[in-house]
Structures are given as structure tokens and as C-alpha cells.
């Protein structure tokens, strides 16, 4: 398979999916959104009517062409440079989105990577850089999100104060040997959103992750590029088909919409029914 190449066709296209405008009004940051899923959700949450906030740490040209399509295709789109596992880089990120945009009411905090070793080659600088990256960047915008919320106030737009949408993994909850920097990461997300979610949500923050199973993005993209590594993968999902960004923006747009007003420290599975453990489908 190939990865998904969205154009402006495929943006105007997705207008189709939310004609109701679901967040018209409102403002959404998608970190990591220059690429896979965090390109797909920062498109989605575009089309269902949000002014959208392309972060980014490397690859501005590739943010810019996002940015032109939905601009383009009538939806509101600006781009802003941080390294999420920088706390001076965040808040600066923070300020230009009040900005160029007012306000915040929505962050979907996806930026991560993986860095994959066995335990006795793993270095200290690959531990911390997912460490880094995947937990303290969820931490450092959430909580730049959360005070801006506070500071905001509710408004007319949603029935929430504001929403925080954690980009997880099926790794939360499977093991994954020569993966513990990142199945570590993943696990520690689920309760920093749990605990949260816990704290936030008297004020009306509802806080929730998404735990993608196997999506086509350049992360992962030996595990499906040939042939024989698709069918291999395949093994894995009962749903047989790998997913695409498109599964996990769909998502992303109800979790941030009123639709989802009632759900709080959840975490949505996207995998093809991979957390149903297929293996034991035939023993065990
Ligand atoms: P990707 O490599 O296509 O995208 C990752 C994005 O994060 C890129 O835009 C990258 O530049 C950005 N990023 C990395 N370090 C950053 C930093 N310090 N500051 C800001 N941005 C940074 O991979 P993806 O598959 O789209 O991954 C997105 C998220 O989804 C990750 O959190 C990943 O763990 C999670 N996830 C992916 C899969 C999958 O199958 N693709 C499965 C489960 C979870």
C-alpha cells in the first residue's frame, strides 16, 4: 500500500463529510500536523468548520502546502513552528495562536516518534528523546491549553470550556518488546490523561486520547510498504485492512465536538479490532 496524498480536490471533497459544521467558530491546534495522522485530523478538523493551527517542528514547506489547500478550499488555516518538548517553544506557540486567532478550544496533542532498540542497545539520548517528545509535550501543551482555557472563559461555541484530544497508541495497553521507551510513553499518557481528565473536567475541559492500532504514516511505514510487511501486519487485525489518517480525523472531530459532550477520560480505539488479540482467535 501508499501512503495517502491529500490535495486540495480531497479537502474541498471533505466539506461533504460535515455540511453541519459541527466547530464552526471555534479554534484547534493539531501538533505534529505536517504529516500521517496529524495531518489527517488537523484536515478534518478544518473541514468540520474550525480555524486550524498547523504546528510543526521540521518540514515548514510540507506545513505550508496544508495550510494553502484548506485556505483554498475556504476553511481558515495558519501555521506555527514549536518543538513540543520545549517549554519556551510552546508557550511562544501559544502566544502567536492568541495572536493570529484570539483563543484556543481545542488542542489535539499528537506530536510523537519512536526510536526502537533492544534494552541493552537502547542509548539515554533515545529513552529521553520519546520520553521528551510523547509524554513531556503532552504535558507542556496541555497545560498551556488548560490555562488558556481558563483565561478564555466559556463561550456561545461549545458546551465545553475547551478540549483536549491525547494522540495514544494501541501500546498503551500491548507490550511491545524492543519498543519500551515508546510502549513506556504510551502507558504514561494513559494516565496523565486519566489524571486530567479527573482534575479538568469540574471546569468543563474534557480531556480524552485516541489509541490508533496500525495507521499507514511514515512512522511505521516498513510494517506496510511491501507486500509480504502488509501481509504480515495483517495478521494483527482482524478488520484486514491497515488504516489510513482519515480513521483517527473522523475521530478527532467528534471527540472535540459537542456530539461527545458526555465523554471524558476516554480513550477511543481505532485499530481494526487489534486490541481484540486475533492470535487467540485460534487457541489459546
Ligand atoms: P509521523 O511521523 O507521520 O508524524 C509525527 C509528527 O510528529 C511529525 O509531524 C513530526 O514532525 C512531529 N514531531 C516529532 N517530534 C516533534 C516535536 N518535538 N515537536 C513537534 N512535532 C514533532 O507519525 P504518525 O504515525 O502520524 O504519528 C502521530 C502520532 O500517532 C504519534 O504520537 C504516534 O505515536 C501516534 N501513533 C501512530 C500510529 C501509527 O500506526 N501510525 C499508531 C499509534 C499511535
Given at each position: 500500500?501508499?501512503?495517502?496524498?491529500?490535495?486540495?480536490?480531497?479537502?474541498?471533497?471533505?466539506?461533504?463529510?460535515?455540511?453541519?459544521?459541527?466547530?464552526?467558530?471555534?479554534?484547534?491546534?493539531?501538533?505534529?500536523?505536517?504529516?500521517?495522522?496529524?495531518?489527517?485530523?488537523?484536515?478534518?478538523?478544518?473541514?468540520?468548520?474550525?480555524?486550524?493551527?498547523?504546528?510543526?517542528?521540521?518540514?515548514?514547506?510540507?506545513?505550508?502546502?496544508?495550510?494553502?489547500?484548506?485556505?483554498?478550499?475556504?476553511?481558515?488555516?495558519?501555521?506555527?513552528?514549536?518543538?513540543?518538548?520545549?517549554?519556551?517553544?510552546?508557550?511562544?506557540?501559544?502566544?502567536?495562536?492568541?495572536?493570529?486567532?484570539?483563543?484556543?478550544?481545542?488542542?489535539?496533542?499528537?506530536?510523537?516518534?519512536?526510536?526502537?532498540?533492544?534494552?541493552?542497545?537502547?542509548?539515554?539520548?533515545?529513552?529521553?528523546?520519546?520520553?521528551?517528545?510523547?509524554?513531556?509535550g503532552q504535558f507542556l501543551c496541555?497545560?498551556?491549553?488548560?490555562?488558556?482555557?481558563?483565561?478564555?472563559?466559556?463561550?456561545?461555541?461549545?458546551?465545553?470550556?475547551?478540549?483536549?484530544?491525547?494522540?495514544?497508541?494501541?501500546?498503551?495497553?500491548?507490550?511491545?518488546?524492543?519498543?519500551?521507551?515508546?510502549?513506556?510513553?504510551?502507558?504514561?499518557?494513559?494516565?496523565?490523561?486519566?489524571?486530567?481528565?479527573?482534575?479538568?473536567?469540574?471546569?468543563?475541559?474534557?480531556?480524552?486520547?485516541?489509541?490508533?492500532?496500525?495507521?499507514?504514516?511514515?512512522?511505521?511505514?516498513?510494517?506496510?510498504?511491501?507486500?509480504?510487511?502488509?501481509?504480515?501486519?495483517?495478521?494483527?487485525?482482524?478488520?484486514?485492512r491497515v488504516g489510513i489518517p482519515?480513521?483517527?480525523?473522523?475521530?478527532?472531530?467528534?471527540?472535540?465536538?459537542?456530539?461527545?459532550?458526555?465523554?471524558?477520560?476516554?480513550?477511543?480505539?481505532?485499530d481494526g479490532g487489534m486490541c481484540?488479540?486475533?492470535?487467540?482467535?485460534?487457541?489459546?
Amino acid at each position: 500500500m501508499q501512503l495517502i496524498q491529500y490535495t486540495l480536490e480531497t479537502q474541498k471533497e471533505l466539506l461533504a463529510e460535515y455540511s453541519h459544521q459541527p466547530l464552526k467558530g471555534q479554534v484547534a491546534l493539531v501538533t505534529g500536523a505536517n504529516s500521517g495522522i496529524g495531518e489527517g485530523c488537523v484536515r478534518h478538523l478544518a473541514a468540520a468548520g474550525a480555524a486550524v493551527v498547523v504546528n510543526y517542528v521540521a518540514d515548514p514547506e510540507a506545513a505550508q502546502v496544508i495550510v494553502d489547500q484548506i485556505n483554498q478550499s475556504g476553511g481558515q488555516a495558519t501555521m506555527a513552528f514549536a518543538d513540543v518538548s520545549n517549554e519556551s517553544q510552546v508557550k511562544t506557540m501559544f502566544d502567536q495562536i492568541r495572536n493570529d486567532h484570539g483563543t484556543l478550544d481545542i488542542l489535539v496533542a499528537n506530536a510523537g516518534l519512536q526510536r526502537d532498540a533492544f534494552i541493552g542497545d537502547m542509548t539515554l539520548a533515545q529513552w529521553d528523546l520519546v520520553m521528551n517528545v510523547n509524554l513531556k509535550g503532552q504535558f507542556l501543551c496541555a497545560k498551556e491549553a488548560v490555562l488558556e482555557y481558563r483565561r478564555r472563559g466559556i463561550r456561545s461555541t461549545s458546551r465545553a470550556l475547551g478540549k483536549i484530544v491525547c494522540m495514544s497508541s494501541v501500546h498503551q495497553l500491548i507490550p511491545w518488546a524492543k519498543h519500551t521507551n515508546y510502549a513506556a510513553s504510551k502507558g504514561g499518557l494513559m494516565l496523565f490523561m486519566q489524571s486530567l481528565a479527573q482534575e479538568v473536567s469540574p471546569e468543563k475541559i474534557r480531556v480524552n486520547a485516541i489509541a490508533p492500532g496500525a495507521i499507514a504514516t511514515p512512522i511505521n511505514h516498513q510494517a506496510w510498504e511491501t507486500p509480504e510487511a502488509e501481509a504480515s501486519l495483517l495478521k494483527l487485525i482482524p478488520y484486514d485492512r491497515v488504516g489510513i489518517p482519515d480513521d483517527i480525523g473522523r475521530a478527532a472531530v467528534w471527540l472535540s465536538s459537542d456530539a461527545s459532550d458526555y465523554v471524558v477520560g476516554s480513550t477511543i480505539f481505532i485499530d481494526g479490532g487489534m486490541c481484540t488479540f486475533e492470535s487467540f482467535s485460534t487457541g489459546g
